[in-house]
């Protein structure tokens, strides 16, 4: 399967440990996008890299929150000081930048639970 | 502050039935409206898009037809199978592969 793979599928957690997840994109996709997803909402748009440059944060991603694509390749996303607000889908997508019409391919997400 | 608003939260059909799912959207720098499919435990997956130059795009059995005037945009599924169920996404960026604003998300069931 060449689609975009997040590790791990679930992760539970007491409040205030920290995560970390990986995402290994579409190996010829150069943007790479970070987002969460709450139940019963749509996702919502976290953070976004070309290559390994991070371009853009949204106002979501509170202090306790890190990304990195230290290689232009895979990408970790960190939380540090879990609360229980931080449960949700962590959904990462990948896309071709400079194509006409490339559209963003998702991963099946990281299920986070913070007891 | 919801970009991409969407409606109805919930949709029941009878197979073959035409579910339609709305959007509107407010920022008129948007260019391109993509169209999500999600099953449950799976990332969402992209079904059809349009960009504002057109009215309408059919793929399939999917069809969009976009008012750009009215800044809004609609889903259509033809001769629409239990297998449709899931629940689908609308959303708006400023070209493709660009960061996505989504809607809320429309859920379907398509009954026997």
């Known amino acids: 399967d060449t689609g975009v793979s997040q590790d791990p599928r679930h992760k539970i957690t007491k409040r205030g440990q920290n995560v970390t997840f990986r995402c290994d994109p579409i190996s010829e996709h150069n943007r790479l996008y970070w987002y969460r997803q709450t139940l019963g909402q749509g996702p919502e748009f976290l953070t976004y890299f070309q290559n390994e440059a991070q371009l853009e944060k949204s106002r979501l991603l509170s202090d306790r929150f890190s990304a990195e694509r230290p290689k232009g390749s895979f990408s970790t996303l960190e939380i540090q000081r879990t609360e229980q607000g931080d449960s949700a889908m962590y959904l990462c997508a990948s896309s071709l930048n400079g194509v006409s019409d490339s559209p963003l391919h998702f991963g099946n997400g990281t299920r986070l639970t913070v007891t | 502050q919801q970009q991409v608003k969407q409606s109805p939260q919930s949709l029941i059909v009878q197979k073959g039935g035409i579910p339609i799912i709305n959007c509107a959207y407010e920022?008129?720098?948007?260019?391109?409206f993509p169209w999500y499919q999600q099953f449950p435990g799976k990332g969402p997956a992209l079904l059809i898009a349009?960009?504002?130059?057109?009215s309408e795009k059919k793929e399939g059995r999917f069809t969009i037809s976009f008012n750009k005037s009215a800044k809004q945009f609609s889903l259509h599924i033809m001769d629409s199978q239990p297998g449709d169920s899931a629940t689908y996404f609308c959303?708006?960026?400023?070209?493709?592969?660009?960061?996505?604003?989504f809607g809320k998300g429309t859920s379907l069931l398509v009954t026997p």
């Open positions: 349009i960009r504002p130059d057109v």
């Open positions: 920022n008129t720098a948007f260019d391109y």
């Open positions: 959303a708006a960026s400023l070209y493709s592969g660009y960061a996505l604003n």
